[in-house]
């Protein structure tokens, strides 16, 4: 059986998104009384490869496999002979042979696609470079709970049309959502991203939109959503988007523009006084702590799912799909 995936967002159907986030929200309730099903992962181990550094990533997914009952094994790239020059296609088949997953954060999303295809095993997308898929089921987990649902909100995100825009995007259109992007001109989400978002959300209902005024953006938002303006791999050009970013500061302007029980998101790390004021991130808006927890909820139900399939399992909710099953949203 080929092994499922999970590179981007749109590897779930709205139906297997939607399953994902209510298994989620199930793990967060039980987390300090689990029953026997919620151990999934019993006698698995999986691989946490990490080639940039993380703080919430590593160590939900550290915690979370061990919570499943399996054995993670957290591997930094630049210690194995990944670091040596041994090929992504030979360190992928020789980790298929020791464990049951591969969760690896990488640069280009082309490597990721590389390894995945010399895998037997699911590889899992832990920040590339392109999208960052498991931040945004914790996104919308948090969403959901603070709001009761998803599908017609709107999301407004600003700043760098990054990763972190492009998970939103695609998350966002399986849900129903509207997300509306704000970026300086030249820092835009891609194209082909918005125009596969607005794909989706032709059935789902959501919509994407690339704007550049922030306030215009930000009036009547639901959620208010920014990342940092320079990711990693790109600290040296940080002092010149300081400057360029400036007007997407997600600060009290922002807030007022926005409805007025607005939520405030961010991924983290976050730098205060750069993409966000420090009085909205650490303001009765904001709910970034209660994100970076469902992390480890939202990832869980992520594995769970990816080995249900695995076994040809068809879990409630994802329509019985099995491996595979996302291709119908691709
Ligand atoms: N949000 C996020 O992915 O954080 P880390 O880089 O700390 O993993
Ligand atoms: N866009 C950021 C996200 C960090 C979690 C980066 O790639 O560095």
């Given at each position: 059986m080929t092994a499922r995936h999970f590179l981007?967002?749109?590897?779930?159907?709205?139906?297997?998104?939607?399953?994902?986030?209510?298994?989620?929200?199930?793990?967060?309730?039980?987390?300090?009384?689990?029953?026997p099903a919620d151990r999934p992962?019993?006698?698995?181990?999986?691989a946490l490869l990490f080639e940039k550094p993380s703080t919430r990533t590593r160590l939900s997914f550290d915690v979370g496999v061990a919570e499943l009952g399996g054995h993670p094994v957290v591997i930094d790239a630049a210690s194995t002979q990944l670091g040596r020059g041994e090929t992504?296609?030979?360190?992928?088949?020789?980790?298929?042979?020791?464990?049951?997953?591969?969760?690896?954060?990488?640069?280009?999303?082309?490597?990721?696609?590389?390894?995945?295809?010399a895998a037997n095993v699911p590889v899992i997308n832990a920040l590339?470079?392109?999208?960052?898929?498991?931040?945004?089921?914790?996104?919308?987990?948090t969403i959901r709970e603070r709001r009761g649902g998803l599908a017609g909100l709107t999301l407004t995100y600003l700043g760098d049309g990054n990763?972190?825009?492009?998970?939103?995007?695609?998350?966002?259109?399986?849900?129903?959502?509207?997300?509306?992007?704000?970026s300086p001109p030249g820092y835009e989400p891609f194209e082909q991203v918005v125009r596969h978002a607005n794909e989706i959300g032709a059935?789902?209902?959501?919509?994407?939109?690339?704007?550049?005024?922030?306030?215009?953006?930000?009036?009547?938002?639901?959620?208010?959503?920014?990342d940092v303006w320079a990711s990693m791999?790109?600290?040296?050009?940080?002092?010149?988007?300081?400057?360029?970013?400036?007007?997407?500061?997600?600060?009290?302007?922002a807030v007022e523009a926005a409805k007025p029980d607005v939520l405030v998101l961010h991924c983290l790390p976050a730098h205060r006084e750069l993409e966000?004021?420090?009085?909205?991130?650490?303001?009765?808006?904001?709910?970034?702590?209660?994100?970076?927890?469902?992390?480890?909820?939202?990832?869980?139900?992520?594995l769970s799912l990816l080995f249900a399939a695995e076994a040809g399992v068809a879990e409630a909710g994802t329509g019985g799909t099995g491996a595979g099953g996302a291709d119908a949203a691709r």
């Amino acid at each position: 059986m080929t092994a499922r995936h999970f590179l981007l967002d749109t590897d779930l159907t709205s139906a297997e998104q939607a399953a994902v986030l209510d298994l989620a929200d199930g793990y967060k309730a039980r987390r300090r009384a689990p029953g026997p099903a919620d151990r999934p992962l019993a006698g698995r181990s999986v691989a946490l490869l990490f080639e940039k550094p993380s703080t919430r990533t590593r160590l939900s997914f550290d915690v979370g496999v061990a919570e499943l009952g399996g054995h993670p094994v957290v591997i930094d790239a630049a210690s194995t002979q990944l670091g040596r020059g041994e090929t992504i296609e030979d360190t992928a088949a020789v980790l298929s042979r020791y464990v049951d997953a591969i969760v690896v954060r990488t640069f280009a999303q082309e490597r990721l696609e590389r390894l995945a295809a010399a895998a037997n095993v699911p590889v899992i997308n832990a920040l590339s470079d392109h999208a960052h898929p498991c931040q945004a089921l914790a996104d919308l987990q948090t969403i959901r709970e603070r709001r009761g649902g998803l599908a017609g909100l709107t999301l407004t995100y600003l700043g760098d049309g990054n990763n972190v825009a492009h998970s939103l995007l695609l998350a966002g259109a399986l849900a129903g959502m509207r997300v509306h992007v704000a970026s300086p001109p030249g820092y835009e989400p891609f194209e082909q991203v918005v125009r596969h978002a607005n794909e989706i959300g032709a059935a789902t209902g959501g919509e994407a939109l690339v704007m550049h005024d922030a306030l215009e953006a930000a009036a009547g938002a639901d959620v208010l959503y920014t990342d940092v303006w320079a990711s990693m791999g790109q600290e040296g050009e940080s002092d010149s988007r300081s400057l360029v970013f400036q007007p997407y500061q997600l600060d009290e302007k922002a807030v007022e523009a926005a409805k007025p029980d607005v939520l405030v998101l961010h991924c983290l790390p976050a730098h205060r006084e750069l993409e966000i004021s420090g009085s909205v991130l650490d303001g009765p808006h904001s709910a970034v702590f209660d994100q970076a927890e469902n992390r480890l909820h939202a990832q869980k139900a992520l594995l769970s799912l990816l080995f249900a399939a695995e076994a040809g399992v068809a879990e409630a909710g994802t329509g019985g799909t099995g491996a595979g099953g996302a291709d119908a949203a691709r």
